[in-house]
């Protein structure tokens, strides 16, 4: 500082100060890109879409021509390598994803950023581009670092209207990448988490295929030695063994075309969350020995997110209630007022204690439901006490 009380115009801290005063000048642009990211994963995006809406916003925030983000996988290549700048001929061109090697496995390696004007002049940098990949020079990389270390990278080229990237950019990206982190872990837990609810359908539908279809069959086949046994003997007996037959092979018919039902996808396109559920009901009354009815016919705006995750939720009390509870009547009511739409599936079933963690272990639907509604921003409340029947209500 001078006699006059000014810092000289070299003085690193007022360059210092520029810079913080210039970033905080462009978060603005920065936190919406992290919105957006944000955003996609609230929308039920994919990892691979989430990874997309940041590149594009990285590239955009700092002009870059071309940018990437990349996720290692563990055996020296990109389980996914992103792009933005580039055309879908271009990529195609370019062959397979790279590998973790040269200047794009070195910001994998560090927890650092490296930023430079020229890419070619770093002894890291190998060169060995695909003949149609364009040149590069300027050059801003930054890691992506979660909790487990790094997770990703950004890779940024080319600085449209300057040699090379700045402080400035740099910090951006950073404020980027330390968001990114997170977004990527999320759409990862979240994609885990649809994954795991896939597992519990299909163990579900196997458990139902043992215990419900294959003992029907069983019963067949005793049923029809019994007939052959006592066909020469006593036909009158066998004449009523064989009415019992078509009983269980009807019986198992049903079965079978109610999980085939449930394997379907829903048209919540076409029919709307209420005509797909109205439909379901209508093939479980056809089916099942229960009644079956639904109460409430709501209009509503088409979420087909949303609306699966509810329909599924639907789906998965109406076959506890029809196949565990020993229901003879199921209830579904779908209302809504002043934006929440309220879901109820209610029986007149035997009944159970739904905090028992031994029964949760053998229902894995229980689990199942109380992700979806997780998922979609919802509530949900099993009520149910022995020979009481049971209540599962939905809140979104």
Known sequence: MNQSGKRPPGDPRLASRRI????????????KAVSDAVLAIGAEASVEDVLQELVNNASTLVDAR??????????????????????????????PLPLTHGMLGAILESRAPFRTGDIHGDPRFTGDWPRSHPDMHSFLGVPIVAHEGVIGAFYLTEKKGASEFSAEDQHLI??????????LTNARLLEQSRELS?????????????????QKLY?????????????????????????????????ALDELRS????????????????GAL???????????????EMEGNLELPANPARDAEIFRIAQEAMQNALRHAQ?????????????????????DGIGFDPQSAELRARRLGLTSMEERARRIGGRLEVRSAKGQGTTVHLDV
């Open 198 to 214: 896939v597992i519990s359908e299909r163990n579900r539908l196997a458990l139902d295929l043992h215990d419900v279809v294959s």
């Open 327 to 347: 229901a003879s009547r199921v209830v579904v009511r779908l209302d809504g007022d002043n934006g929440r739409l309220q879901l109820d599936v209610v029986d």
């Open 66 to 95: 071309y940018a990437a983000i990349g996720v290692p996988d563990d055996a020296g290549g990109f389980s996914a390598f992103i792009t933005s700048g580039m055309s879908d001929k271009l990529m195609a061109s370019l062959g």
């Open 20 to 31: 913080v005063v210039s970033v905080t000048e462009q978060l603005s642009p920065a936190l």
């Open 174 to 183: 950073e404020v980027l990448a330390s968001h990114a982190a997170i977004a």
């Open 259 to 274: 999980l085939i039902f449930e394997l379907r996808p829903p048209d919540l396109v076409q029919d709307g969350l209420c």
């Open 219 to 251: 019963s067949v086949v005793l049923t029809a030695e019994t007939v052959a046994t006592l066909l020469d003997r006593d036909a009158d007996a066998a004449r009523g063994q064989l009415g019992k037959l078509q009983e269980i092979a009807r019986q």
């Open 278 to 292: 109205r439909k379901h009901v209508d093939v479980l009354r056809r089916v099942q020995s229960a009644h079956v």
